[in-house]
C-alpha cells in the first residue's frame, strides 16, 4: 500500500519562531515539542512562501480569512511584520526580517492554525508545492529553530 502520508511545516510562533516539520494530523491534538497543541481552525487563508534574491525560502506571508485572534497575537512578536490595513502577516526566520527581495510563492490547503495550552500558537502550512532543496533548507530551519 503507498504512503498517503503529507509532510507539513509548523511553525510554532513563540518568542522565537521554531519550524517542525511533521505528517499531517488527522487528530486535532498534537505535540509539538513535548507540547500538547489543539487544532483551532483548519484552512485558515492563503499564504505565500517569501524568499530572498537566491530563491532561499525566509519566511511566509499568511492572509487569514478571520484576522481574530491570529493577527492580535502576532502583532507582539518582533519577527513579525503585520499590515493591519491589507490584514496579513509576515513570519521571518531567523535574521532575515523584511528582506523578501524575491518572489513569492501563493499556496492553500494543509493550513490550520494551533494553540497551545500556555496560549502559543502554531501555524501550519503544506509543503506539496516545495521542491525537493526547498524541503532540504526547511529540514535545516527546523534544525536550526526546534
Given at each position: 500500500?503507498?504512503?498517503?502520508?503529507?509532510?507539513?511545516?509548523?511553525?510554532?510562533?513563540?518568542?522565537?519562531?521554531?519550524?517542525?516539520?511533521?505528517?499531517?494530523?488527522?487528530?486535532?491534538?498534537?505535540?509539538?515539542?513535548?507540547?500538547?497543541?489543539?487544532?483551532?481552525?483548519?484552512?485558515?487563508?492563503?499564504?505565500?512562501?517569501?524568499?530572498?534574491?537566491?530563491?532561499?525560502?525566509?519566511?511566509?506571508?499568511?492572509?487569514?480569512?478571520?484576522?481574530?485572534?491570529?493577527?492580535?497575537?502576532?502583532?507582539?512578536?518582533?519577527y513579525?511584520?503585520?499590515?493591519p490595513?491589507?490584514?496579513?502577516?509576515?513570519?521571518?526566520?531567523?535574521?532575515?526580517?523584511?528582506?523578501?527581495?524575491?518572489?513569492?510563492?501563493?499556496?492553500?490547503?494543509?493550513?490550520a492554525?494551533?494553540?497551545?495550552?500556555?496560549?502559543?500558537?502554531?501555524l501550519?502550512?503544506?509543503?506539496?508545492?516545495?521542491?525537493?532543496?526547498?524541503?532540504?533548507?526547511?529540514?535545516q530551519?527546523?534544525?536550526?529553530t526546534g
Open positions: 500500500m503507498a504512503d498517503t502520508s503529507k509532510t507539513c511545516l509548523f511553525v510554532v510562533l513563540g518568542a522565537k519562531p521554531s519550524v517542525h516539520l511533521l505528517e499531517e494530523p488527522s487528530v486535532d491534538e498534537l505535540d509539538i515539542s513535548d507540547k500538547k497543541y489543539r487544532l483551532s481552525d483548519r484552512e485558515i487563508g492563503f499564504y505565500d512562501f517569501l524568499r530572498n534574491r537566491d530563491g532561499v525560502i525566509i519566511g511566509f506571508r499568511m492572509s487569514p480569512f478571520n484576522s481574530d485572534p491570529l493577527i492580535d497575537y502576532a502583532d507582539a512578536l518582533g513579525i511584520y503585520v499590515d490595513a491589507r490584514v496579513y502577516l509576515e513570519i521571518y526566520l531567523r535574521e532575515y526580517r523584511r528582506a523578501a527581495d524575491g518572489p513569492a510563492e501563493q499556496a492553500f490547503g494543509d493550513d492554525l494551533w494553540r497551545s495550552s500556555q496560549g502559543t500558537y502554531a501550519q502550512v503544506g509543503t506539496a508545492e516545495l521542491s525537493d532543496g526547498d524541503m532540504d533548507m526547511m529540514r530551519a527546523a534544525q536550526a
